[in-house]
């Protein structure tokens, strides 16, 4: 299809609007909300929420007294709790947020799924495998709200790509490099043992739920990992296909040494344009033309002054209490999130994992 045929009806930024529209009409939640867990996502989710909506109950859940005890300091009218049991008796919380590391998930959701709990967000990963995940959305049942915790399909300059695909506004899909890559892990550690999976699940299903989102579903060609720091996969390269042939190439890694923050980015040739995607900016370049680039704050001009981390991360609740006040499943449920966990676990499933030529520090 030629693209002067589809230049008309190319999606631009100010599309997006009304997404953020619905968004701030739907997310005044004012019911009770319990955080279990008090790290960085458990006070960041926090105090989103409070900004959102100073009449929302909140209360938290963490078993560090020194972290009770200084989060007390700087949350005004927050209730801190040592035990998640002691909380669901006295707090009885419409909503709970799990922000505890990824190998306690499935213990904790199965302790909700006895409770009078009705909806429930999950930091990624939900659980360690489609299997856990699985046995939980029986658990769960369909009367809850579960929302997984998969910021990255909230950043804006995604949710245009998606518009862009949607639409055919890139002519035929060619090939697609995706990688996500962090500097979190540089030094030898024991931290993720427990959990037994690196950072493909741990960083990369952000990527793979974007992949899903885009381009699903697709299959694993190719697949191998290098471990540098961890006894598990410090970085993961892997080769798709969607469903009409495209190549996917797909690069993970928490030890780039030149990546300070998690940074995801998404490259999509296709017949007509080329689009570069990040979390704060688009590149759009039709063939043959001089490129358009698009940043973040022409992307988020209109969004509710309440801006912590990312504004990714404030969407994402939004959406989530949006959700929850009317009934809907949410875009990353936990029911929907089993399509990105089955192909985590096939890409684990080709891995050889080696040891990378890389000195150790």
């Known amino acids: 299809?030629?693209?002067?045929?589809?230049?008309?009806?190319?999606?631009?930024?100010?599309?997006?609007?009304?997404?953020?529209?619905?968004?701030?009409?739907?997310?005044?939640?004012?019911?009770?909300?319990?955080?279990?867990?008090?790290?960085?996502?458990?006070?960041?989710?926090?105090?989103?929420?409070?900004?959102?909506?100073?009449?929302?109950?909140v209360a938290v859940v963490d078993e560090s007294k020194l972290v009770r005890t200084a989060g007390s300091t700087f949350l005004n009218g927050v209730k801190f709790y040592g035990a998640l049991d002691k909380m669901l008796t006295k707090e009885n919380p419409d909503v709970v947020y799990i922000t505890t590391p990824a190998s306690t998930h499935f213990d904790v959701i199965s302790i909700l799924a006895a409770s009078t709990v009705e909806s429930i967000f999950v930091e990624k990963p939900p659980t360690k495998d489609s299997s856990q995940l699985a046995k939980l959305t029986r658990l769960l049942g369909k009367r809850r709200v579960v929302m997984v915790g998969l910021q990255k399909r909230f950043a804006l300059p995604f949710r245009h790509l998606k518009q862009l695909t949607?639409?055919?506004?890139?002519?035929?899909?060619?090939?697609?490099?995706?990688?996500?890559?962090?500097?979190?892990?540089?030094?030898?550690?024991?931290?993720?043992?427990?959990?037994?999976?690196?950072?493909?699940?741990?960083?990369?299903?952000?990527?793979?739920?974007?992949?899903?989102?885009?381009?699903?579903?697709?299959?694993?060609?190719?697949?191998?990992a290098t471990s540098v720091y961890t006894k598990l996969d410090d970085t993961v390269n892997a080769v798709l296909r969607e469903r009409h042939g495209a190549v996917i190439k797909l690069k993970v890694s928490w030890s780039s040494k030149n990546v300070r923050w998690p940074s995801a980015r998404i490259r999509v040739a296709g017949s007509g344009t080329v689009v570069d995607a990040c979390e704060d900016s688009l590149l759009l370049t039709p063939l043959g033309k001089e490129g358009r680039f698009i940043s973040k704050p022409a992307y988020y001009r209109d969004l509710a002054a309440v801006n912590l981390a990312d504004p990714e991360y404030t969407l994402e609740d939004m959406h989530f209490v949006s959700c929850v006040s009317k009934g809907e499943e949410p875009e990353t449920s936990l029911r929907m999130s089993e399509t990105t966990m089955k192909l985590i676990d096939e890409i684990y499933s080709m891995v050889q994992l080696g040891k990378s030529n890389s000195s150790r520090r």
């Open 1 to 57: 299809m030629a693209l002067s045929h589809l230049t008309a009806s190319i999606p631009d930024e100010t599309s997006l609007a009304s997404l953020r529209k619905e968004y701030k009409d739907h997310s005044r939640f004012a019911g009770k909300i319990a955080v279990v867990g008090f790290g960085k996502m458990g006070a960041l989710h926090a105090t989103i929420l409070k900004m959102l909506n100073r009449e929302t109950e």
């Open 166 to 224: 949607d639409a055919g506004a890139l002519g035929n899909l060619e090939s697609v490099e995706a990688s996500i890559e962090s500097g979190d892990v540089l030094a030898e550690t024991t931290r993720f043992d427990k959990l037994g999976r690196g950072c493909l699940l741990d960083l990369g299903i952000h990527t793979i739920d974007l992949i899903n989102w885009l381009f699903g579903p697709v299959t694993v060609s190719t697949a191998d």
